[in-house]
């Protein structure tokens, strides 16, 4: 088999892969400058949200470094609604079993988390969310944080 087919075939089952998520709503990852995360740096999402009847799972990503060095991560999350109330919560992330094994994936030196941050999760109201994402650790500057996200997804 040449090279080009071979390039092709792999290309075509990697867009299949990634293409084929039919349950998500939203997902989206933000790099961090330097891989040190700002307190005063938040990550920001707006989300339009059109169905108030289906059940949602909310998910926090998380991409560190195993140089990372507390085995969870403390953050505020806040919620503005469509219509202009705000909520904030203060979420514990864990990333380290009680053993000291990293809890996400990956390869080599950096793991992915994808954390359940609410399960079935139904909006109230239709129209745009914006989450804003802070770290919470009590440092200026918290090291090792190579990207923060979230994802909404339909509940299966």
């Keep these: 088999m040449n090279q080009l087919l071979k ?18 709503i939203f997902e989206d990852n933000t790099p961090i400058e330097n891989n040190v995360w700002k307190v005063n740096k938040p990550v920001t999402y707006s989300v339009d949200i059109s169905d108030t009847i289906s059940p949602c799972n909310f998910y926090l990503n998380v991409r560190h470094d195993g140089a990372y060095d507390f085995s969870n991560l403390f953050i505020f999350l806040k919620t ?19 053993e000291g094994k990293w809890t996400g994936k990956g390869l080599g030196d950096i793991c992915d988390n994808q ?18 994402i802070e770290q919470a650790m009590r440092m200026a500057e918290l090291p090792n944080i190579i990207e923060i996200g979230m994802r909404i997804e339909k509940s299966k």
């Design 80 to 98: 503005q609604f469509p219509n202009g109330k705000m909520a904030k919560d203060t979420v514990e992330l864990l990333l380290q079993t009680p």
């Design 115 to 132: 954390i359940m941050f609410k399960k079935g999760l139904r909006f109230p109201l239709k129209g745009k969310y914006t989450f804003s």
């Design 7 to 24: 390039f092709t075939l792999l290309f075509l089952l990697l867009v299949g892969l990634f293409s084929c998520d039919n349950n998500r």
